[in-house]
């Protein structure tokens, strides 16, 4: 029976971890459809090879940062079938899977990156900055967090009854990823030509609204994987978590749809400022709390889009910052007032705790990307030059073009 309930766990997370990872088609679609032809080849390429990086970083230095956990050790060992001093792995390689998916989570913030900094961002240095960010900066929240490291959670529970309740990653994740990207943006500048000396704010509509619908699409898809398959045993899964997604995405969606004024672009993004915000809270929701809280999310993603990008002058591609990064800051929060039992919850969780938490873990990825970003542009640099950016980030650092028989006439 436990060779079987092993096994049985170790399919349940790593069909969580194939749904995540499919979630990077969805980043990268989202990506191509949004940005201009010119720098199609370069989402693509982007978002695959921050994932390879990402993998070899976190399986190296970010997975032991976060957990206490290395792989050097033999195979036998690592499947759990060998024993070893200093080592123990479940049977069934269950502890690799589990790498595995949450592999696919630390890869997510380079992806949600890739969208702020997209059209104008060098490619080598942007690879530097991933392997930094989930081989230390990222994993050393994580295990703040969710492992319990150096005592933050159990000093929350004794100060206040509860510690930081975060269960799908609307902060460890998406918040990261927003407010790094958010330094980012911000060392980079503005793409050529957006904002004028006048005051103009020049609008530089999508390439491709099907291929942007397409990754909004895989995302919602892969985001059941994310939130469902995060109980990472199949004991624990829960169908009050698949029914909170659903209702917070159908709420970003209509938020989105009413205050975007029919437009695509927002009703697709509406969806996934619904999912992100519903992440921490998705356990412990009732499906109305949900359904408000991915309201309020699409709702947020909009004011926030339109006032960072006509008002702040802030020229954030994909609109990462509004939609990861106070969606996710909102989510977080959200948890603490929509869990309450008091609201139809199932409690256990402190709203003091939630604010607290939320906000310095935005502050903490803001560090982190200005530090980082801003130290890279001031030593390598990290942008484009005008006449490369003026070409475009395909054919200045791929050789190619989206269409390349285009290029030949």
């Known amino acids: 029976m436990d060779t079987a309930v092993t096994g049985t766990d170790v399919l349940f997370i790593l069909l969580g971890a194939i749904m995540v990872f499919a979630m990077h088609a969805g980043f990268a ?40 956990v290395d792989f050097f050790v033999n195979a036998a060992v690592l499947s759990g079938s060998a024993q070893a001093v200093g080592y123990s792995f479940a049977n069934n390689g269950y502890d690799l899977v589990k790498f595995f998916f949450l592999l696919t989570f630390a890869a997510a913030i380079p992806a949600i990156i890739s969208g702020g ?30 492992n319990g490291n150096f005592g933050f959670q159990e000093f929350l529970e004794g100060m206040f009854g509860y510690g930081f309740h975060d269960f799908a990653g609307s902060i ?86 009413v205050v975007g004024r029919n437009d695509p672009g927002f009703v697709h993004n509406g969806a996934l400022a619904g999912l992100v915000a519903v992440c921490a809270g998705s356990d412990i929701m009732h499906p109305l709390g949900a359904l408000a809280t991915g309201g309020i999310a699409g709702a947020l993603f909009v004011y926030a889009f339109t006032y960072c990008q006509n008002k702040l002058k802030i020229d954030d591609v994909l609109g990462v910052w509004p939609l990861h990064g106070l969606c996710g800051l909102w989510g977080g929060i959200a948890a603490g007032i929509f869990g309450l039992e008091a609201l139809g919850g199932l409690g256990g969780v402190s709203l003091t705790v939630q604010i607290l938490v939320s906000l310095l873990g935005c502050a903490y990825a803001l560090i982190v990307g200005l530090i ?27 050789k190619i073009g989206a269409y390349p028989e285009e290029d030949l006439r």
């Open 29 to 68: 679609f989202l990506e191509v459809g949004t940005v201009r032809r010119k720098n199609q080849v370069n989402a693509l390429v982007k978002i695959l090879v921050d994932f390879a990086v990402s993998t070899v970083c976190y399986f190296l230095i970010g997975y032991g940062v976060a957990y206490g």
């Open 172 to 257: 460890v994740v998406h918040a990261v990823g927003g407010w790094i990207a958010l330094g980012a943006v911000l060392f980079l500048g503005a793409r050529i030509g957006r904002y004028r000396k006048d005051g103009r704010v020049i609008g530089i509509p999508p390439s491709n609204i099907p291929f942007l619908a397409l990754g909004s699409w895989i995302l919602c898809i892969g985001w059941f994987g994310f939130n469902v398959m995060s109980a990472q045993a199949i004991e624990g899964i829960s169908g009050l978590v698949a029914m909170n997604s659903l209702m917070a995405m159908v709420g970003g969606i209509l938020a989105s749809l």
């Open 372 to 398: 980082l970003y801003g130290a890279m542009k001031f030593t390598i640099g990290i942008r484009l030059d005008e006449q490369q950016e003026f070409e475009g980030a395909d054919l200045s650092i791929h």
């Open 117 to 146: 900094i997209a059209e104008r961002a060098k490619f080598w240095p942007q690879l530097a900055a991933t392997a930094v960010i989930t081989a230390l900066a990222y994993p050393f929240f994580e295990g703040i967090i969710w």
